[in-house]
Nanobody, 128 residues
């Protein structure tokens, strides 16, 4: 069974840091694209970051998180991480990871329908 499972969410003060994990199982991992999306109450789901798990491990970031968030992968553990620092109250949301079996490109990474498998989400709350 194909699964992506998020973990690592929680409550953190503004300016703090948090690392989310996305553990994959049931598929090859290499060659896929893993994306992070978030959805705050009353807002649409938005793309945060993505990593293409082909040879070059190209990464993509939303402008709102560039310089503060870092996406990385551990292929041996089939896990993708989202390191979040300098967190702001507006980063509060449910964070979802998703897997794209065709990998991600600059044209597709932020397009939610491109992703085939989704996790259940992990809540991040940033207090001011």
């Amino acid at each position: 069974e194909v699964q992506v499972v998020e973990s690592g969410g929680g409550l953190v003060q503004a300016g703090g840091s948090l690392t989310l994990s996305c553990a994959a199982s049931g598929f090859t991992f290499e060659g896929y694209g893993i994306g992070w999306f978030r959805q705050a109450p009353g807002n649409e789901r938005e793309a945060v970051s993505s990593i293409d798990l082909s040879d070059d491990h190209r990464t993509y970031y939303a402008d709102s998180v560039k310089g503060r968030f870092t996406i990385s992968s551990d292929n041996a553990k089939k896990t993708v991480y989202l390191q979040m620092s300098s967190l702001k109250p507006e980063d509060t949301a449910v964070y979802y990871c998703a897997a794209d079996r065709w990998g991600t490109t600059i044209a597709t990474w932020a397009h939610a329908p491109s992703y085939d498998y989704w996790g259940q989400g992990t809540q991040v709350i940033v207090s001011s």
